[in-house]
């Protein structure tokens, strides 16, 4: 199997469980799960006011105002994040998966020639785990809990309206190139991974 030369990108709406197929492709192919969250959350605890990333200055102060009052990071100050990620992961010689990235068409447009230029064009999966907004405002609210005060109807719509306006413009393009494969999202999990499975298998033995 070409466990190098795969590198699967995962799309959908909140709540979609596209984490949780992320995880267990990458159990299954041995590939790197890059999760920007975290990417961003350790660059932000550094202890610097700036940070030089592919040949550019970003302003940290910046970013962790952005994410302390509840707005996206900037998209080229995540790009180059998730670029040095993938470069890294590549000169290991292992696949990768992303699972919360590109979230937007500038993101895309940074990522995916790096993408394509270490993995090659034919190498590269997208998919769109599809749930409904209803589905999502279903899921969100039942595993409402104290410490997960984000789940709440109103922060429900602000990140859906987040993601009709910044990533769904990204499912848009990909289908227009017939590069994305959607996945019916409102199934438990293992019907979902055996479905996304049932698209990889034929093409990556």
Same mark, same amino acid.
């Given at each position: 199997?070409?466990? @190098? !030369?795969?590198? %699967?990108?995962?799309?959908?709406? &909140?709540?979609?469980?596209? $984490?949780?197929? #992320? ?9 790197? /799960? ?15 006011? =700036?940070?030089?990333? $592919?040949?550019?200055?970003? +302003?940290? *102060?910046?970013?962790?105002?952005? %994410?302390? +009052?509840? @707005?996206? +990071? =900037?998209?080229?100050?995540? #790009?180059?994040?998730?670029?040095? *990620? ?10 990768l ?9 500038? *993101?895309?447009? *940074? ?14 999966y997208?998919? /769109?785990?599809?749930?409904?907004p ?21 922060? %429900?719509?602000?990140r859906?309206?987040?993601? =009709?306006?910044?990533?769904? &413009? ?10 994305? =494969? ?5 199934? &438990?999990? #293992?019907?979902? /991974?055996? $479905?996304?499975?049932? @698209?990889?298998?034929?093409?990556? !033995?």
């Amino acid at each position: 199997m070409k466990d @190098f !030369k795969i590198a %699967i990108i995962i799309l959908g709406r &909140p709540g979609s469980g596209k $984490d949780t197929q #992320a995880e267990l492709l990458a159990k299954k192919f041995g590939l790197v /799960h890059i999760i920007s969250s975290g990417i961003i959350k350790k660059v932000l605890a550094l202890k610097k006011k =700036t940070i030089r990333l $592919d040949g550019q200055i970003y +302003n940290l *102060e910046k970013e962790r105002y952005l %994410i302390q +009052n509840g @707005f996206l +990071n =900037t998209f080229t100050f995540v #790009a180059a994040l998730i670029k040095n *990620e993938i470069r890294k992961i590549a000169r290991q010689k292992r696949g990768l998966i992303m699972s919360a990235s590109p979230r937007s068409l500038v *993101e895309l447009e *940074e990522e995916l020639p790096l993408i394509q230029k270490l993995y090659g064009k034919d190498n590269i999966y997208f998919f /769109h785990v599809k749930i409904s907004p209803r589905e999502v405002y279903v899921r969100s609210l039942k595993r409402q809990r104290k410490d997960l005060p984000l789940d709440t109807r109103k922060a %429900i719509k602000k990140r859906l309206e987040v993601f =009709t306006h910044d990533t769904w &413009p990204v499912i848009k393009y990909l289908k227009k190139q017939k590069q994305i =494969t959607d996945i019916n999202g409102e199934q &438990p999990i #293992a019907p979902i /991974h055996r $479905d996304i499975l049932k @698209f990889l298998l034929p093409k990556i !033995k």
